[in-house]
């Protein structure tokens, strides 16, 4: 079996597994869109207090700019691939991928696109409906390179998540439960990723800093490139370190999974 068959059949078995669990990812979906409705409320209310836009935002504009963070979201971010990697150190299960030609985590990587493939395929028939819902203050771009870029930043945001969520995972080699981890990480990724405000409300200072910042390109960024926030030099200038952060969360989880493959070995004996 050649590399790329071995990988192919991990992605099939994946969605088979993955597909068993269709109805939770629906129901998740589902009441994930709770939020959502809270946002609304609070943005009217604050945009009818101020009277006006803000930072080149109306009502309408930011409404639309949750939208499609719900959108990026549902597609790129990771569904318990850290504690399912966690549980794999810890019971010994990776014992047995250890003695097959396989990187785990290339057999990871396969299993996380299958299951985003059957999440987004779950998931989406209840955005769509929102969408339509809200469909007066959808502005599609005009540009055909608009969608290429956002839908290249969107890849390498998918990828970026996975990697990142990788790493938290190696962490289960030196320590037993590694959810506080998990969430210190997500609450940073939660609050400077753009899920809870758009980050180009915030100063120009706190923006420069904040640019430099692997969060910045896991979410907010191909959602701003899609609303064409971010053009010529400045589209430029993410996207190259978009690809940065993209090398250098690959190479973390090579090192982490390296390191702690010594350690694992070195105590399992």
Known sequence: MSKIDKYISVFNIGLQNTFVYRWNYFLRALF??????????LWRAIFRERGGG?????YGSMIYYYLLALLVSNLVTPTEDEWQIAADIREGQINSLLTKPMSYLSYRLSIFLSGRLVYTAVTLPPIALIFIYFRRY?????????????????VMAAFMQFFITYSLAMMAFWILEISTIVFIVYSFEYFLGGQMFPIDIMPAGIQAVMKWLPFYYELFCPVAIFLERLRG???????????????????AARAMWKRGLGHYQAVGG
């Open 138 to 154: 959808i502005a599609l771009p005009d540009h055909l390179l608009t969608y290429v870029y956002a839908c290249l930043s969107m």
């Open 54 to 58: 803000m930072h080149g935002y109306d």
């Open 233 to 251: 030099a400045e589209l430029a200038q993410a996207l190259l370190i978009q690809v940065g952060w993209l090398l250098l969360t690959w190479a």
């Open 32 to 41: 994930g869109l709770i939020p959502l409705a809270g946002t609304v409320f």
